[in-house]
């Protein structure tokens, strides 16, 4: 059996995470770049809501998941190398891993609770992204902006728009994990009605994994007899949809500006002052998800 007939989703391990690092770079929003073009400052309190607004509490809300689930994961992850077989053999803990424990303890419901927030938040913020094109893309026929699942599909249906070629390739080619395993597992196994599948939430080498096993052989008896295991990790999730972000931004800045700015956000993370001079006088203040 191909492999891709009995696995899908994140397949491959994310290697090892530097939580701290991780959250400094998610938490530098990557959209500023395009509210300075638009002239918006969508950030803190709104007399009136509107897509940028809307956007940036979905970006707000969804780092808040990261910032609650990745250290969780990296504790995690230190007990199940450290401490869980001793926990097992009832071989006496060190000092260390008797503090590193209880911490482990103190955290451990929550873990699955929060994996499946950062699925709902991020599920939400792509969303709230297909809204933001609705800036630059313009003419007769135009996709969905309210969902990013109807957004794609009219480009996967062979669509297009003059001008923006590239973009519907890039939408309708290369967000293949957005289908799977984001909608998926968050549609279909976590909030509406699911089919029969068995689940697993546990360590692999490097991640803390929700493992769908969906059955796909025809012995109702035997249902976990043949499968097709949809594997979603956090940390993989969230570097795609960060280069999604990164190349959205970009693209939408060349749109609006005719290519004036060219690498918005790399502009952006490297040398802030000299982005906002380029992209005009607006000078927002750097938004701090940290709450």
């Not at 073009?37 to 940028?52: D, K, N, W």
Request: net charge positive; glycine share 4%.
């Amino acid at each position: 059996m191909p492999r891709e007939d009995w696995i899908a989703g994140h397949t491959k391990e994310p290697g090892r995470l530097n939580v701290r690092k991780t959250l400094k770079r998610y938490r530098r929003d990557p959209m500023v770049p395009l509210f300075v073009v638009l002239g918006e400052r969508p950030y803190g309190y709104q007399i009136m809501e509107s897509e940028g607004s809307r956007y940036a509490e979905a970006y707000e809300f969804y780092y808040l998941s990261l910032d609650r689930f990745l250290p969780e994961l990296s504790l995690a992850m230190r007990y199940d190398k450290q401490v869980r077989l001793k926990a097992e053999w009832q071989v006496p803990y060190t000092d260390h891993q008797r503090r590193l424990a209880d911490r482990y303890n103190a955290i451990k419901r929550y873990l699955l609770y929060d994996l499946v927030n950062c699925l709902i938040h991020a599920r939400i913020l792509m969303d709230r992204i297909a809204a933001l094109s609705r800036h630059f893309l313009k003419g007769g026929q135009l996709p969905s902006f309210t969902s990013f699942n109807a957004h794609k599909k009219f480009f996967t249906a062979g669509r297009f728009i003059a001008g923006h070629e590239e973009y519907g390739r890039v939408i309708a080619e290369e967000t293949d994990w957005f289908d799977v395993p984001l909608k998926l597992v968050r549609d279909k196994y976590l909030i509406h009605a699911s089919p029969q599948h068995h689940r697993v939430f546990g360590f692999s080498s490097s991640d803390l994994n929700l493992v769908i096993m969906k059955p796909t052989g025809d012995d109702p008896k035997k249902p976990l007899r043949q499968v097709q295991c949809i594997i979603t990790s956090i940390p993989v999730l969230a570097e795609q949809v960060h280069a999604f972000q990164v190349w959205f931004c970009n693209y939408a800045v060349n749109a609006l500006t005719d290519g004036a700015v060219p690498e918005a956000y790399a502009l952006w993370e490297s040398d802030p002052e000299e982005c906002l001079r380029r992209l005009g006088p607006f000078r927002p203040p750097e938004p701090d998800m940290s709450l």
